[in-house]
Nanobody, 122 residues
Framework: QVQLVESGGRLVQPGGSLRLSCVAS????????MGWYRQAPGKQRELVAS???????NYTDSVKGRFTISRDNTKNAVYLQMNSLKPEDTAVYYC????????????????WGQGTLVTVSS
């Protein structure tokens, strides 16, 4: 079974930092794109950051200069370093990957993690 498992969400004070982690497991042959989305209460899910290669990254405007996405392809992992956190960053953060899986059948799949809650509050 292919799955994404996130970790790292917790309560943090404004101005603080957090590092989210996500690892893909299962019969994965290749991962094209990995990224992070978030969904705040009463709002739609939005893209936070995505990465196809180490030099090809994309960020939503509100996190540019504060968040950094990185990948470890040897571990099928993606990370989100979040600095200078603001209350408006409070949301459930979801890991996303576009991966080629081998079982139960060979195909490209859009994968989602279960989400990890980040709360920025004093």
């Amino acid at each position: 079974q292919v799955q994404l498992v996130e970790s790292g969400g917790r309560l943090v004070q404004p101005g603080g930092s957090l590092r989210l982690s996500c690892v893909a497991s299962g019969s994965i042959l290749n991962i094209n794109r990995m990224g992070w989305y978030r969904q705040a209460p009463g709002k739609q899910r939005e893209l936070v950051a995505s990465s196809t290669t180490a030099s090809n990254t994309n960020y939503t405007d509100s996190v540019k200069g504060r968040f950094t996405i990185s990948r470890d392809n040897t571990k099928n992992a993606v990370y989100l370093q979040m600095n200078s956190l603001k209350p408006e960053d409070t949301a459930v953060y979801y890991c996303n990957a576009y991966a080629f899986t081998l079982y139960p059948k060979s195909e490209w799949l859009e994968l989602w993690g279960q989400g990890t809650l980040v709360t920025v509050s004093s």
